[in-house]
């Protein structure tokens, strides 16, 4: 076995520019699979870490709005009614609006959430969804014209930092930050502004509306059966379903998952694409070199190789190219994935996109470059071998 | 016999066209004989001497190399045959040139399983034999014509064959290295081996005690030996 490997290494080593030439192609398929399937896989992760945070006991009532129209014909007083809807436990009402706010000198477009911080609290369960605080407090029932913001709001919106006791004018008025939530890595979370509904709503007019409605069932309760009688209360109250919807984490990652297959086949095409694109590149040299290699093979058979000693060598010389191509494309879509992830959360946010490489992935890879190498050099050593010695040599 | 033919026929194929190489060849060289074949080009002497080193099997007829007919061999068996029984020098050298020139006359030992450093150690008494004990290292391509058919020569030897076959061995060498290849190889002869070596050099087909002409794939005559 060592003696194949040295014989393979010497071989590979006299013909530097056609192994490079095959490892590059090696190199490039791999390289481009291994990156290719972590930000597949990494954009499930991503999402399916996102919507997992939302909870598996909510419901999520939102307007269905007509396209150009931003008023929602959701109120109060359907928050109200579908908290005594059998098996809801808490409603929490949220109006959001991105708004114009002001630091200093500076003003900027930002989105600005307004609830009802104990509903929020009963709904969310305190420190639930990833909100946790990093200085200040959250905000009380009765707050009036102050504001906790996201991290982000906090050191990235404004060329200076915002911090508790600064003043934000949103819409002209002027609030007070008494907090600061930490870093949660979903952008959506991160850059918002958080304050109190009814103050929110009464600077923007909008009177008893609210653009979402989230509800939390009773323990134990069966939430299939919660959403229906949801649905129903509030078809009742508007006089038809067209104007709403009322769906469950399961249903959001079902409408989700649909948009995200379109992504998976975008992703999972281009990693076929580049995994064809490395098989022929092993292949098309594996052909050449043993083509070319016809009158060693004369040689070896001459001087009393058996067909199987001469396979033997030429798939050592494949197996080797596949594992050392591989590894460098392994290593290579490696850092490939890790610089997508930096550019990915400076420019898309952070945690919108983390690839991953799993080990399963780098095995997949390595296994992939091994086997297409050995097969490519298969067929042309099977072609070569049975040519007689004779013909061989005369090449 | 260690070498007999009978009615040997070979036929190349070029597509439709057939070509006879060799019409009917009967043939006996005695264990540890000394043969020369002789005859112009393309008379069948390279045809004639692959078959006998079976590199290749007969259109017709029966090749026995020691008492084996090839033509019933398999490709696994016919590649035992040569490692074991033949030591073939041909007139292109045929080195591997990514290999030394002891990793050369290593090879045909490596495929019969003889361990690493016992087939470097003979390795290297073999090209001390054939003089290039100053030349371990190097690559035929840094070797001289006469030095790489030494090399050739050498690894002929390796598995200690009966039969030594020289196809041409000087016609790619200049007179003095021819004559110090055709000593060389007639010095093994002394050793026991039977030599057959195919020369277009009329001199060193003289030298040989068994001398075979052949013309259009068929023996012309043959000197040196009564044949019955
Ligand atoms: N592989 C082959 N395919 C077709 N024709 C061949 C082949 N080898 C030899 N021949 C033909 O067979 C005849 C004998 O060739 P060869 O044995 O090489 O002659 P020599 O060695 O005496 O010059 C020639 O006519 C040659 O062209
Ligand atoms: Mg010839």
Request: charge should be positive; aromatic fraction near 6%; proline fraction near 2%.
């Amino acid at each position: 076995m060592l003696d194949y490997l040295s014989f393979s290494v010497k071989n590979l080593s006299h013909h530097k520019v056609r192994s490079f030439l095959t490892l590059l192609g090696v190199i490039i398929g791999i390289m481009a699979v291994v990156s290719m399937i972590s930000i597949g896989s990494g954009m499930k992760a991503s999402l399916k870490e996102q919507l997992e945070q939302l909870g598996s006991d909510k419901i999520f009532i939102i307007p269905r709005l007509a396209y150009g129209t931003a008023a929602t014909t959701l109120t109060d007083e359907d928050a109200d009614a579908i908290e005594r809807v059998a098996g809801v436990a808490f409603v929490s009402p949220l109006y959001s609006v991105a708004g114009d706010v002001g630091f200093r000198n500076e003003r900027k477009i930002v989105k600005i959430y307004g609830i009802d911080p104990e509903k929020a609290e009963a709904t969310f369960g305190g420190g639930a969804s990833g909100y946790r605080l990093l200085k200040g407090r959250w905000l009380q029932r009765g707050d009036r014209y102050k504001v906790v913001i996201g991290y982000g709001v906090a050191s990235d919106v404004f060329s200076r930092d915002v911090n508790v006791g600064n003043t934000l004018k949103i819409h002209g008025v002027n609030f007070d930050v008494v907090g600061v939530f930490k870093k949660t890595g979903d952008r959506e979370k991160d850059y918002t502004i958080y304050t109190n509904l009814d103050t929110i709503r009464e600077i923007f007019g909008a009177g008893d509306k609210v653009t979402m409605i989230i509800a939390r069932i009773d323990k134990g309760a069966d939430i299939d059966q919660v959403r229906l009688r949801v649905e129903r209360r509030l078809e009742k109250r508007k006089g038809s379903k067209e104007n709403f919807f009322v769906m469950t984490q399961k249903e959001i990652i079902e409408r989700v998952g649909e948009a995200y297959r379109v992504v998976q086949v975008v992703f999972g095409g281009l990693a076929a694409v580049s995994l064809i694109v490395g098989a022929i590149g092993i292949a098309n040299t594996m052909i050449m070199n043993v083509t070319e290699r016809t009158r060693e093979i004369g040689i070896l058979k001459a001087t009393g190789a058996s067909n199987a000693q001469v396979m033997k060598i030429f798939l050592t010389d494949a197996a080797i190219l596949g594992l050392v191509g591989g590894g460098i494309g392994v290593a290579l879509g490696y850092l490939i994935s890790l610089a997508i992830n930096t550019a990915a959360a400076r420019y898309l946010g952070e945690g919108v996109l983390t690839t991953s490489v799993s080990f399963e992935l780098v095995l997949f890879a390595l296994t992939f470059s091994l086997v297409i190498g050995v097969a490519a050099g298969l067929y042309p050593a099977y072609r070569a071998l049975r040519l007689n010695p004779v013909e061989a040599l005369r090449a | 016999m260690v070498i007999k033919l009978e009615n040997v026929v070979k036929i190349y194929r070029l597509g439709k066209v057939e070509v006879p190489a060799l019409r009917g060849i009967n043939l006996e060289i005695p264990r540890g004989e000394y043969a020369s074949l002789m005859g112009p080009s393309g008379s069948g002497k390279s045809t004639l001497m692959n078959l006998i080193g079976a590199l290749d099997r007969p259109t017709s007829g029966k090749v026995y190399i020691d008492g084996t007919d090839i033509a019933r061999l398999n490709d696994d068996q016919l590649a035992l045959l040569r490692r074991k029984k033949i030591g073939f020098v041909f007139q292109q050298f045929n080195l591997i040139n990514k290999l030394t020139a002891l990793e050369n006359v290593a090879l045909p030992m490596w495929f019969s399983g003889i361990s690493r450093s016992r087939r470097m150690r003979r390795a290297k008494e073999l090209l001390e034999l054939v003089g290039l004990g100053g030349r371990l290292h190097h690559k035929p391509s840094e070797l001289s014509g006469g030095e790489r058919q030494r090399v050739a020569i050498a690894r002929a030897l390796a598995n200690d064959p009966e039969i030594i076959l020289a196809d041409e061995p000087t016609g790619n060498l200049d007179t003095v290295s021819g004559l110090a290849v055709i000593e060389l190889l007639e010095e093994l002869n002394k050793l026991g081996k039977t030599l057959v070596v195919v020369t277009h050099d009329v001199e060193f087909g003289k030298r040989a005690r068994m001398r075979v002409k052949l013309r259009d794939g068929m023996i012309q005559d043959i000197e040196g030996i009564n044949h019955a």
